[in-house]
T-cell receptor, first 119, second 114 residues
Framework: AQKITQTQPGMFVQEKEAVTLDCTYD???????LFWYKQPSSGEMIFLIY??????QNATEGRYSLNFQKARKSANLVISASQLGDSAMYFC????????????????FGKGTKLSVIP | DAGVIQSPRHEVTEMGQEVTLRCKPI?????LFWYRQTMMRGLELLIY????????DSGMPEDRFSAKMPNASFSTLKIQPSEPRDSAVYFC????????????FGPGTRLLVL
């Protein structure tokens, strides 16, 4: 089973509107982290937002917020007031603890959602 | 502050040649990761280091791939010999052991093996 599922291969949103990008995850760990990254056409991976599994409040970073529903194992990204520069691929990722070596972690990525902002 | 630096940004080589990708992590970061991104397989973790020591290389596809981190500010990923199926974007990322352990990515190296 996939650990990170992004069901929307592509999304369109009108400029200045809000959009929600879906992400569901699968883990048996109690402690984990969830991340969203943006990859514009230029190719770089840009960190957007982080949510820890024990965080009681949804994370927010400027126009980005993470709608964290732990019981449903979902971590949807909400972008408010979309801008043309938001057009990009968006990846959801999960950090789980790896018990190898330094006890660090693996970061597993979903397949991404391509967001297109329409003027 | 400088982010993660990778070189070269683009590499075109012929099958059978040796390819060396380079990475300089963010100063002070103690974890370094190598990823590969392809259309078919998405983003895959190849190997990661902690304090210059390889911790998990289970993602390295085969013996043709090797990675080293001789010091805290430099790492290499080598492919020898290269094959057309190695064509991909290779990312280096680094992180510091904070609560979130966010990984910050370099710009990537776009490799094309002919």
């Amino acid at each position: 089973a996939q650990k990170i599922t992004q069901t929307q291969p592509g999304m369109f949103v009108q400029e200045k509107e809000a959009v929600t990008l879906d992400c569901t995850y699968d883990t048996s760990d109690q402690s984990y982290g969830l991340f969203w990254y943006k990859q514009p056409s230029s190719g770089e991976m840009i960190f957007l937002i982080y949510q820890g599994s024990y965080d009681e409040q949804n994370a927010t970073e400027g126009r980005y917020s993470l709608n964290f529903q732990k019981a449903r194992k979902s971590a949807n990204l909400v972008i408010s007031a979309s801008q043309l520069g938001d057009s990009a691929m968006y990846f959801c990722a999960m950090r789980e603890v790896s018990y190898s070596g330094a006890g660090s972690y693996q970061l597993t990525f979903g397949k991404g959602t391509k967001l297109s902002v329409i003027p | 502050d400088a982010g993660v630096i990778q070189s070269p940004r683009h590499e075109v080589t012929e099958m059978g040649q040796e390819v060396t990708l380079r990475c300089k992590p963010i100063s002070g970061h103690d974890y370094l990761f190598w990823y590969r991104q392809t259309m078919m397989r998405g983003l895959e973790l190849l190997i990661y280091f902690n304090n210059n020591v390889p911790i998990d290389d289970s993602g390295m596809p085969e013996d043709r791939f090797s990675a080293k981190m001789p010091n805290a500010s430099f790492s290499t990923l080598k492919i020898q010999p290269s094959e057309p199926r190695d064509s991909a974007v290779y990312f280096c990322a680094s992180s510091f052991r904070t609560r979130s352990e966010t990984q910050y990515f370099g710009p990537g190296t776009r490799l094309l093996v002919l």
